[in-house]
């Protein structure tokens, strides 16, 4: 029999948000230690670790161990001591149960921590130091990875999600199982080479079906497909990161053969700088962007809201667009969700039907817009649970916005209101407080990717918005002090190779 391990964390942290991911935090998120838990989590789901159960599972020897998972909504750095918990507990872990004939990491790849500027690095590194060099290691990483030497350096294989929206993270993890199992046997000897141009994407040129990325990953799978090579991967980056790797890269995985990896991989830089421009597009405003949804002749028109961007680790009660609205009259038929407990208990008191006065959103820190006055009715009340059976982000189908409400607000607005921070993944959130949002005009998303699967089939249009916040498209408003330099758009002279 094959054993193999499974143990990882996934966390995007972003280190201009406020808020620290703390081990607290992580440990209301939930932290999986049994195995049987991990399995009724996520075996039934499309995520990562759901491609690693169904990869063991089709292959009669190989048995797979989950021993620790959890996963944090992006936000802040992660605390000292929550990076040495988990670290603490998957080393532990591997440690007691071992020997193993390989590992497999399901990580994000854009993870801070106070300590350890590139944590999944570190992780990488800790568990290759414990394994020793034998033993092969996978790690399946998000397309938003900020990807350092010594990740690729201490595992085998490394595949990443080739998709934005992420809804291939299943078949991904089955790509990095099958290779580490054909390392196993010996029937490959794979080699990587990373390539990482001075060049970041902005967070609206990230959709893979869209052109310019659309374009970079047909020639990602032309190289793919040349003999020899394992594995190709385009790593579009998370610029929210000041860290010294932050940005795009390229792993090419080739059977013994460095001088092809290498070459794939610069192959893809080259092509990626030619598209630099395309790669750095801007956005509208707020209110050219609401002009233009009214100006619609069919709803809904979807406006997301780049600027608070759950899914990219801001806040999720950014004001700027409700205020917006209520300056050009743009209330009517306007949905959105927004994160704001107090309000929630307000609701839950006053009781569906019950009429309440309240200032909306806008509470988490200075970035994200002012309160907003409402005068509304509550229409509904849950505790934020909801399943999602259809594609989503990353591949997730329990959600857990926590207790929520349903308003409608006397100028028009119907607003929901969630305890947690909560983009828009699934239409499930409004129609679980029986909002119908098909019925809407305009529909305010928080997020840039994650909510196109929901969003994509109901809209007559989609707008991303350039709104201000702490995951705002304009990267010009942050000030960075780890990142490398040059790094194209932000020195826009940059000359490369
Ligand atoms: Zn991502």
């Known amino acids: 029999m094959i054993r193999i391990a499974t143990a990882g964390y996934q966390h995007e942290s972003n280190t201009f948000s406020a808020i620290p991911a703390s081990l607290d935090l992580w440990r209301r998120s939930g932290i999986l230690e049994d195995a049987q838990a991990i399995r009724a989590e996520y075996a039934s789901s499309q995520s990562t670790l759901a491609g690693f159960f169904a990869e063991a599972e089709a292959q009669p020897d190989v ?59 570190e992780l990488v590194r800790r568990v290759r130091e414990l394994v020793g060099p034998k033993v092969p290691i996978g790690v399946a990483l998000d397309m938003h990875a900020n990807i350092a030497p010594q990740l690729v350096e201490n595992a085998d294989i490394v595949t990443v999600y080739q998709t934005n929206p992420h809804i291939d993270a299943y078949a991904q993890a089955r790509h990095c199982a099958q290779l580490v199992l054909r390392t196993v046997r010996g029937e490959i000897r794979p080699t990587s080479a990373l390539e990482m141009p001075p060049l970041l994407v902005n967070i609206l040129c990230q959709g893979t079906d869209d052109a310019p990325m659309k374009d970079l990953l047909r020639v990602a799978d032309a190289q793919a497909r040349r003999p020899g090579v394992l594995s190709v991967s385009v790593v579009e980056g998370y610029p929210y990161a000041d860290v010294a790797e932050m940005g795009m890269s390229f792993i090419a995985i080739t059977d013994n053969n460095p001088a092809l990896a290498r070459e794939v991989a610069g192959t893809l830089a080259l092509e990626a700088w030619h598209l630099r421009e395309a790669l750095n597009q801007t956005a509208p405003r707020i ?96 505790d934020g649970c909801y399943e999602e059976t259809g594609p989503t982000h990353g591949g997730f189908r329990f959600f857990n916005d926590g207790p929520s409400c349903a308003l409608r607000t006397d100028d028009g607005l119907t607003l929901v209101l969630t305890s947690r921070s909560a983009g828009s993944s699934s239409l ?55 990142r490398r330099v040059p790094l194209y758009p932000l020195e826009a002279e940059t000359v490369w190779p």
């Open 428 to 482: 499930q959130q409004f129609r679980a407080l029986g909002i119908e949002p098909t019925r809407m005009k305009i529909i305010v998303a928080k997020g840039v990717h994650s909510p196109r699967p929901a969003m994509e089939p109901i809209a007559s249009e989609l707008i991303w918005v350039g709104s201000p916040g702490v995951t705002t498209a304009d990267l010009s408003t942050f000030t960075y002090r780890h």
């Open 63 to 121: 048995t797979l161990v989950p021993l620790f998972f959890t996963r944090l909504m992006p936000m802040g750095a992660i605390t000292a001591e929550a990076t040495e918990f988990i670290f603490g507990r998957i080393l532990a872990a591997l440690r007691d149960h071992g020997p193993w004939d390989a590992v497999l990491l399901p990580l994000h790849g854009a993870a801070v921590s106070e300590t350890f500027p590139d944590a999944d690095g």
């Open 287 to 382: 209110e050219q962007a609401l002009q233009r949804a009214q100006a619609a002749l069919h709803g809904p028109v979807v406006l997301f809201d780049v600027g608070d961007n759950v899914g990219g680790g801001s806040p999720g009660d950014s004001t700027h667009i409700l205020h917006a609205a209520r300056r050009l009259g743009a209330c009517t038929g306007l949905l959105q969700a927004v994160c704001d407990p107090q309000v929630v208990a307000q609701a839950q008191a006053a009781g569906v039907g019950g009429r309440i006065e309240a200032a909306v959103g806008g509470k988490s820190d200075g970035m994200h817009g002012a309160p907003f006055p409402v005068q509304a009715t509550v229409t509904a009340l849950s």
